[in-house]
């Protein structure tokens, strides 16, 4: 395999994470979309979509290691290859969050309706805006937007320590719809998973980019 | 480099992944210890482990990459490397989870004491045997051993539901434990996603030593 070839087989490679990342990105807009409308139906698409990520993941990996294996690769370029392993086992876990709040959007169905003081949909759109600059740093291989995602991560994490602050004091004084409340704590944990997880794509493009190991640096994230 | 100096680094490398799931393994245990007696210190002891294990995964993956650069390993050696690298990632996930916990035996220590009606210790003693197990399935190259954690990742599961249903009905009859009741539930998760990173390295250690892609043939796990 030439050089060329092999530089052209790291471009596919990155293609198809791209592609990847945009069924992950869908899955969790299907979720909230499902949670915003309450439509059962949308919960389903989302859950019908987790077989078609899981055999992505499968494939990319298998090209990755393919690659690996075919010819002994550059300082960077093998920095690439680990980081779009480590990016696609995210991107899976991220359509894995989808199908949970599809399922808690479920569980709510057949509960009481409820206005619970939390704005569970600002919270998945600073989720989501993490994960699509997280992706855009890796298409320009661009550290110092990466480093704006670590940074927001804090940003989710309060927001989450209000909405479960505001969820608490909600049970104590309506126990009635507790249920509905419990549901919501979960989603939004969900939301923060998804923040954690566009922090780890962020952590690997600086690694592979830098190929100084940033992590626990600026931010430890789970 | 020779092929047996090869080898003895490779061997070298598990030892240290092996010392990074005691430390791992550590913190969890000392988590469901503070939770038992509700000792502050014991937290402290936990929160303050969390340094050491993420500087124990940065040397750990800076070895195997170092390890995939120098020459090109055959086959089985690069799946053995890659799960390395990806079962050190799980491990780091697990102190994240004892960390979590911590944190929620803090917030419980402020509230008035319940008897709820969950079995958390029995759960914790769950959570542990997987990474136990998927950690002997590591030692021993034995994929029929990792296989037995991904069937139990579906009986951690169910005990979780079981959680779930016995906190939110307390909730509803005790609103005035509601906060110790929330803490409970989030325990619950952080256990279930302590399973979760078993099965990730169960399947991790199927796929070193088999070849086979086996991840979500019979498992789904997230």
Redesign the interface.
């Known amino acids: 395999m030439t050089r060329t070839r092999f530089h052209q087989n790291l471009d596919d490679l990155k293609e198809k994470l791209l592609v990847m990342a945009g069924m992950a990105e869908q899955a969790i807009q299907r979720a909230m979309e499902a949670y915003r409308v309450g439509d059962l139906s949308i919960c389903d698409l989302v859950v019908r979509s987790?077989?078609a990520i899981?055999?992505m993941?499968?494939d990319i990996?298998?090209r990755a290691?393919d690659l690996?294996?075919m010819?002994?690769p550059m300082?960077i370029d093998?920095?690439f290859i680990?980081a779009v392993?480590?990016i696609n086992?995210d991107l899976e876990?991220v359509g894995?969050?989808a199908v949970?709040i599809a399922e808690r959007v479920r569980d709510m169905h057949n509960l009481p309706p409820v206005e619970l003081p939390v704005d569970i949909p600002r919270l998945a759109t600073m989720a989501a805006t993490m994960v699509r600059h997280a992706l855009q740093a890796f298409i320009d291989a661009d550290p110092a937007m990466a480093e704006k995602v670590l940074l927001m991560d804090d940003e989710v994490d309060e927001m989450n320590r209000a909405v479960?602050g505001a969820?608490?004091r909600s049970?104590?004084t309506m126990?009635?719809h507790?249920?509905s409340a419990?549901n919501v704590?979960?989603i939004a944990?969900n939301l923060e998973r998804v923040g954690d997880h566009a922090t780890n794509i962020a952590e690997d493009v600086i690694f592979w980019v830098r190929g100084a190991?940033v992590?626990?640096h600026l931010h430890?994230a789970?």
Chains 1, 2 share one sequence.
């Open positions: 987790e077989p899981n055999r993941e499968r990996d298998q290691l690996l294996a010819e002994q300082a093998l920095r680990l392993i480590k086992a876990r894995d969050q949970n479960y969820l608490a049970i104590e126990p009635q507790s249920q419990l704590l979960l944990r190991d992590r626990h430890t789970s």
